[in-house]
């Protein structure tokens, strides 16, 4: 079978905030994507394009780049297309659909923290896909490395995953992407490879090991979607792969939909990817990852064909979703009138409000165009959909980018996707790895075992520091995180993946304490604050607008309880030594959207808007929701 050897498509694979965007940063500069001058001005992280990772500092779309590579010994140049994956399992369908469009993958891990639960992840996709691995061990540097160790567990890794015995042959590199240096020779740990000065041993590895695209001389055009952009003039764009035959510029091919059907369609334009922009092209071969416009309704995971042998790809599979979560239009009484509700500045800012429920349904239609992991389900109201994803972060990230296009919604509390096996109710659990340090251990076994978490290994690396690793119910990590962070103290680390289903583990209560809840509209006075805060952690500032129904704060019971958080000082025009007592106002806990999420009650909501996060009751009115308890107590 021919093969082109002036091609190469790797995807760069690791556990989040392993160096995968950093090294592709140094391998953009050293195969001369910027000139000269444009050095200097070059961002950190130049592929974290999209502003939510650049904030959070984590990759959450797959996104492709090209490099020329200029071989040392004075040979052609040689095409390297990069794919750089997300890290966190919350975007598998970004790994899975970046993977269908490569021939190997660089499995980076870091030299102190070793392979840690999305290592797992994002490897199992690729073992189960036949790719071969390059494994580079990034951050030699850190002064805690520990390489013979993580090369040892990396191994183990692959053998739990049963990699066969070519997958288990794989080269290693020695690398520090910050400062754009990779070796073959380990160095001593905590130091930057001697041997070299820049990433050519890396380049040399990608081209002694990365299969070149093998095609069928004459076979008829197959290329196959596997990523959605828009461009405001030519409309939308389709991200494919070349398995066989050409594809040019203006030919007719027949587009071969989801559903089976082909219809005959014309590209009107067709970019190859260089650097980071896409120039015009006029032929894109066996291999190529190029992009077209022309077909304005296409979406991932079709194929284009000749139009006289149409033979479709297979369609793009990715795993079931795991939760699930209920966003609808806004209900509450601020609806519509911005971050106070008061004055021309909030009619100014509330213009291009997003808040109807047409508005919310062409919104989640339109993710679902580029994101094959999620889905949006009708549900009894007409203005609330249900939308499954693959975690919460995931889901979360798509409220947080509507709340930025001005949207306002309300969101029901996360909710686990169940499904039912020989009449039995089973439900998605994960797999959590946690690092603290040994003082903590009990406090984080507690927290564990009160969600019904099942410890299945526990390593001492000698450092003070312990790794256990437990599988607990997808619904027990629903909230887990503050009170994990609480307990130690700022100091733990845990990350988790999907691990499947388990049998329906019963009931779980994650949350001991009640809501402070507003019994009236109003604005929340420093005098009302004073005297509540000693029943429990408030999360509102004093001025700030409230209504009916909305949750201003924690109790420190169980239950919840009534308040009144507008009364204000009752003024009179006696004077007295003793009438003032100035009393510190402690600093209200501001919630983020997803402590507001993991907050929740099933009772409880969160109302989402572009200028504030506010959590309330469902049902609103203080007497409605004292019947409904009483009916639920008494039958």
Not at 169 to 189: H, M, N, Q, W
Not at 191 to 207: G, H, R
Not at 221 to 247: S, Y
Request: proline share 5%; glycine share 8%.
């Amino acid at each position: 079978m021919p093969t082109r050897h002036d091609i190469r498509n790797v995807a760069i694979v690791a556990h989040v905030d392993h160096g995968k965007t950093t090294i592709v940063d140094a391998m953009l500069k050293q195969a001369g994507a910027f000139a000269a001058h444009q050095l200097e001005s070059v961002d950190d992280r130049v592929m974290d394009s999209n502003d939510l990772e650049r904030e959070k500092g984590i990759t959450i779309l797959a996104k492709n780049t090209a490099v020329k590579y200029h071989p040392k010994d004075g040979g052609a140049p040689i095409t390297i297309n990069i794919i750089d994956t997300p890290g966190h399992a919350d975007f598998g369908g970004e790994v899975e659909r970046g993977l269908s469009m490569v021939d190997a993958v660089v499995l980076l891990v870091d030299a102190s923290e070793g392979p840690l639960p999305q290592t797992r992840f994002v490897l199992r996709k690729a073992l189960q896909q036949r790719k071969p691995v390059i494994l580079c061990i990034n951050k030699t540097d850190r002064p805690d490395s520990r390489i013979d160790e993580v090369v040892n567990e990396t191994y183990d890794l692959f053998l739990d995953l049963d990699a066969d015995e070519d997958q288990i042959e794989f080269p290693i590199v020695y690398a520090c992407g910050r400062d754009g240096i990779a070796s073959l020779t380990k160095p001593e740990d905590g130091t930057v490879p001697a041997d070299s000065t820049n990433l050519e041993p890396f380049f040399s590895t990608i081209l002694e090991h990365v299969p070149a695209p093998a095609f069928e001389e004459d076979a008829p055009l197959q290329a196959h979607v596997t990523n959605l952009d828009a461009d405001n003039f030519l409309g939308r764009i389709a991200l494919l792969r070349v398995e066989q035959g050409e594809l040019r510029k203006g030919q007719t091919v027949a587009w071969i939909k989801r559903d089976g059907s082909i219809s005959n369609v014309r590209i009107t334009e067709l970019m190859m990817t260089e650097a980071l922009t896409r120039k015009p092209a006029e032929v894109a071969g066996p291999g190529d990852i190029c992009a077209v416009a022309g077909i304005p309704d296409i979406m991932i995971g079709e194929t284009l064909a000749d139009p006289e042998n149409p033979v479709a790809l297979p369609l793009i599979t990715v795993d079931e979703p795991a939760i699930s979560m209920t966003i609808g239009t806004n209900t509450s009484p601020l609806v519509g009138r911005g971050g106070t509700g008061k004055g021309a500045d909030a009619k100014a800012a509330v213009k291009d409000r997003k808040v109807t429920a047409r508005q919310v349904k062409d919104r989640l239609d339109r993710e679902l165009v580029g994101n094959v992991s999620l889905r949006v389900l009708d549900t009894d109201r007409p203005d609330a959909w249900e939308v499954q994803g693959r975690g919460e972060l995931a889901l979360a990230i798509l409220v947080e980018q509507m709340r930025r296009e001005g949207f306002e919604m309300t969101i029901g509390k996360p909710q686990v996707v169940t499904k039912q096996v020989d009449g039995k109710t089973y439900e998605p659990v994960e797999r959590i790895t946690i690092d603290v340090p040994e003082e903590h251990m009990g406090a984080v076994t507690q927290l564990m075992g009160t969600r019904k978490g099942r410890m299945d290994n526990m390593s001492n690396h000698g450092s003070g520091w312990v790794r256990m690793e437990f599988v607990v119910p997808s619904r027990g990590l629903i909230g887990f995180r503050t009170e994990f962070l609480t307990n130690t103290r700022g100091t733990g680390i845990a990350h988790s993946i999907h691990e499947g289903h388990e049998p329906w583990f019963g009931e779980l209560k994650t949350r001991n304490n009640g809501s402070l809840v507003a019994d009236r509209a109003g604005a929340v006075t420093a005098f009302a604050m004073t005297n509540l805060q000693e029943r429990g952690v408030l999360f509102t500032d004093p001025g700030t607008e409230v209504y009916e129904g909305m949750i201003v704060g924690e109790n420190s019971r169980s239950d919840d309880m009534d308040v009144n958080i507008t009364k204000e000082k009752k003024l009179t025009n006696m004077r007295s030594s003793s009438a003032d007592s100035f009393e510190a106002i402690v600093p209200p806990r501001k919630l983020s959207l997803e402590q507001s999420l993991e907050f929740c009650r099933d009772d409880e909501c969160v109302e989402v808007t572009p200028e504030a996060v506010r959590i309330r009751k469902v049902v609103l009115d203080q007497k409605e929701r004292g019947r409904t308890a009483s009916r639920a107590k008494h039958g």
